[in-house]
T-cell receptor
């Protein structure tokens, strides 16, 4: 079984501040982990994914995430928020040996203040 | 071309109407998906087609009828819908159904059932 918990349905930051969106997963086997972003009235766009290898994953738009097995976490960060980062962010998990359909977290809405 | 297109962008229909949603990709992907997404919620998988054959039906009511006429096209036929079916319907595709395959999402069709 696999599951994802995203802490905080809303995260509010000032423009230029650090962005930290939290994701914890549960998986009985090594997971594949994804972050998707959804801008208003649009579909989901893949930001980054972790499969194997390097635990620090760099994605598009300056985002990165670090896979920490000991903490079962895959938090998303960006050093400096931009107004255009305001969107809904979804963490998702796939468990090797299981279904190839990802399980999504409930989403975190990122609000960026000027 | 890494684009999944969906038509129409918006659709309003009555409970007795019949309509269809269309999805198209020209990336040579052999897996295609329909998701339903309610506001501020993660996408919920409805159907998966793999090599033009229906491989997953997540217990979706029969008023939703998917069709995959060829490897580039995916339709969702709608009939006798209920107001609670109002949602954003997302199409996605991936190269295959392996664990490392990335799903590419279309912009969605926003459906309102009156």
């Amino acid at each position: 079984a696999q599951s994802v918990t995203q802490l905080g349905s809303h995260v509010s930051v000032s423009e230029g501040a650090l962005v930290l969106l939290r994701c914890n997963y549960s998986s009985s086997v090594p997971p594949y982990l994804f972050w998707y972003v959804q801008y208003p009235n649009q579909g989901l766009q893949l930001l980054l994914k972790y499969t194997t290898g390097a635990t620090l994953v760099k994605g598009i738009n300056g985002f990165e995430a670090e896979f920490k097995k000991s903490e079962t976490s895959f938090h998303l960060t960006k050093p400096s928020a931009h107004m255009s980062d305001a969107a809904e962010y979804f963490c998702a998990v796939l468990s090797s040996g299981g279904s190839y359909i990802p399980t999504f977290g409930r989403g975190t809405s990122l609000i960026v203040h000027p | 071309d890494t684009e999944v297109t969906q038509t129409p962008k918006h659709l309003v229909m009555g409970m007795t109407n019949k309509k269809s949603l269309k999805c198209e990709q020209h990336m040579g992907h052999r897996a295609m998906y329909w998701y339903k997404q309610k506001a501020k919620k993660p996408p919920e998988l409805m159907f998966v087609y793999s090599y033009e054959k229906l491989s997953i039906n997540e217990s979706v009511p029969s008023r939703f009828s998917p069709e995959c006429p060829n490897s580039s096209l995916l339709n969702l036929h709608l009939h006798a819908l209920q107001p609670e079916d109002s949602a954003l319907y997302l199409c996605a595709s991936s190269r295959g159904t392996g664990l490392q395959e990335t799903q590419y999402f279309g912009p969605g069709t926003r459906l309102l059932v009156l």
